[in-house]
Structure formats: structure tokens, C-alpha cells
């Protein structure tokens, strides 16, 4: 049976150098449930260490969390990748781990701190996960989907690291699965405000950095269960499966 | 100047694009924001950029320029030197940094109404 999702696929930890403190997973958590969301995908920059904490933190909570990681390419076009299970996803992290250079320097860019599900801190990551990875755009798409995930070009109509601001336009190869809107665009009119989306599938989410950022903006997915399998084909209006606008 | 007479000036590598070599070259432009590039880029200039994308090369096009500098060392994706062959876009790689060549080009005349 279909049923309808209120999803924010794009929010980041306090393991992201430039979002809050305040970001931890018990908090993301509890946010999410007060607006009223049924899913959402942890995505931080090039990395997924904080993933896992937040997926046990809302372990029968009613809250689905999917995991994923915001990789930012050599282009400095910014790529959703979203998996079913944390495994994969931190496959993908090392695949970028792999790629990605540089140390932080928080006092410059912010700390990246990693926690566990009951909001304690483990540590500080020390990559500059702020940085770009040495991997095209097509890499990580191609990677993505060899993994079995979900891959989504973030904030399109944004200039930085947009991928429109970027490289001009869509490159009509490139296999997303879809794009994302930040919440200056609405859903209903991206498609016509933001000029060369075109035929790809259009998603919003929050990019959330503050709490108060989560459940901004949401997509609400029609689909029979919260999987990257359901949500592609929503992505492609198979099977009933849709995206209701 | 012919981009070819850049080429033996610098030293450069042309990478892809040797039938496009007798492009006469009016302008000069600097970036890697392609968005930017596309809106702006004059007409006839050579463009100093650090993306190796093959999206560049729609944009060369698309503001009919004279050819592309590859700077700092950079290299670009192969589906781009493919492209750039295909339009006859010469693509030419130096290890100087854009603020460096940009200067010396100016110097020389390229984008400047008052050559030195």
C-alpha cells in the first residue's frame, strides 16, 4: 500500500564544518518529529561519520533516517548520495576519504565534530571536509549508483556549488536520478524559475546547518516504504509511486 | 594574434583542437564559474580557466572564443579534448597561474586598448 512521506533529505550534523553545534543527533531528531516529518537523510560534506549515531538515535522513534553524504566534486558541484544501509554509505565515504586532501583548521572553517547517539562528543574529524574531492561529477554519480544508491545534484539553483553555477548547465548525460531546490524556490514553480532543470526530477529539501533550519522546506514522497529502490521510482512517476506537488 | 602564435610564444600543449589554431584572437577572459562565463565572456577571447569539465567547451562555443588555457597545471577530462576536437575549440595547457598569464597576455595586447 502507498503511503504519503513528508521527507527532508538533506540535512547536515554538527560534523559539517560550517553547521551548528547544536546540530546533534538526539536534537536533529527530536526537531524532525516537531515538524511533524516521517523522513529524512543525514548528508553531511564528504563525510558520514555522524550517520550511524543519528540513525540509532532514531531508532523507533518514528522517524525514518536514511543514511547519505554531501560530496562536493572537482568541478565544486555538490552531489547527494543517499543509500539504504550504512554500510554502503561508508563505502562511499571511503571512496571519498580516498579523494579529499587537507586538514581542517577549525578556528577558519568551523569544527567538524563527531558524536554518538546520546549527544556526547567522540572527537573532532580532522580532514578539511570542507574541501573538494578529486572526483568528477560522473565519478561520483557512477559510484553512487554501483552501490545501489540515490544520486541528487544539491541546491541547483544556487550559484555556489550549484551545479547550474558551475558548469553553466545540466550536462544532458549526467545520470541523477534528480535535482534538488534549496527553499528560495518552490517546488511547484522550479521547474519554470530555474531555468535548465528540464526533464530531471525535481526534489526541495532544507540543507538544514541549525535546527531551526530543519523541515523548512520537505518533499513529500508517495511511495510504499521509505527505500532508495520506492523513492527512484517516485523520482520517475513508476508504479504510482510519485512526488506530490 | 592568431592563437597559433600564442602557442609558440608560451610554449603551450595543445591538447585538442589544432584545426581551430588560425582563430584570430580580440579578447581575453578569466574565470571558472561557468554560469558566469557564459552570461559574460567576450566574443573572439581567449579564456583562462581551471574547470576541464566538457561543459567549457558548449561555452566556448556558445561565446564564440578564439580558444581555451588550461592554467596552473590543471588537466581536463578526456570526453573534453573529444569535444573540443569535435568543434575545432583549440584547448592549450600551461603551468602558469591564470593571474600570471593574464598579466603577461594584457601586456602584450590581448584585451588591452592602450598596448605598453
Known sequence: ?245 | MQVKELVERFGFEVKAGNNGLDRQIKDGYCGDLLSEIMANAPQGCVWLTIQGHQNIVAVAVLREMAAIIITGGQTPDEETLQKANQENIPILLGSHSAYQLAGRLYALGVGNPQPE
Open chain 1, 1 to 245: 500500500m502507498l503511503k504519503q512521506f513528508k521527507a527532508d533529505l538533506h540535512i547536515h550534523t554538527c560534523l559539517s564544518p560550517c553547521s551548528d553545534w547544536d546540530m546533534s543527533p538526539k536534537k536533529i531528531i527530536r526537531r524532525s518529529l516537531d515538524k511533524g516529518l516521517d523522513l529524512i537523510a543525514i548528508c553531511d560534506h564528504n563525510t558520514a561519520e555522524n550517520v550511524g549515531a543519528v540513525m540509532k538515535a532514531g531508532k523507533d522513534q518514528g522517524l525514518w533516517v536514511l543514511p547519505g553524504i554531501e560530496i562536493c566534486s572537482k568541478e565544486e558541484v555538490h552531489i547527494l548520495a543517499l543509500f539504504d544501509e550504512l554500510d554502503t554509505t561508508l563505502t562511499m565515504q571511503d571512496y571519498v576519504y580516498a579523494n579529499l586532501t587537507g586538514n581542517n583548521k577549525p578556528e577558519v572553517f568551523g569544527y567538524q565534530i563527531v558524536a554518538n547517539e546520546h549527544d556526547e562528543v567522540l572527537g573532532e574529524n580532522p580532514r578539511l571536509l570542507i574541501g573538494a574531492t578529486q572526483l568528477g561529477i560522473y565519478d561520483i554519480v557512477e559510484k553512487t549508483h554501483s552501490l545501489g544508491g540515490l544520486s541528487l545534484s544539491s541546491h541547483v539553483d544556487r550559484t555556489a556549488y550549484g551545479v547550474i553555477g558551475q558548469l553553466g548547465f545540466i550536462p544532458s548525460d549526467l545520470k541523477i536520478d534528480g535535482v534538488e531546490v534549496s527553499y528560495r524556490v518552490s517546488l511547484d514553480k522550479a521547474g519554470d524559475e530555474v531555468a535548465g532543470i528540464g526533464k530531471f526530477p525535481c526534489t526541495t529539501a532544507s540543507d538544514a546547518h541549525f535546527l531551526d533550519d530543519i523541515g523548512k522546506v520537505w518533499t513529500v514522497f508517495v511511495i510504499a516504504q521509505p527505500s532508495i529502490d520506492e523513492i527512484q521510482r517516485a523520482l520517475r512517476g513508476k508504479d504510482g509511486r510519485r512526488i506530490m506537488i
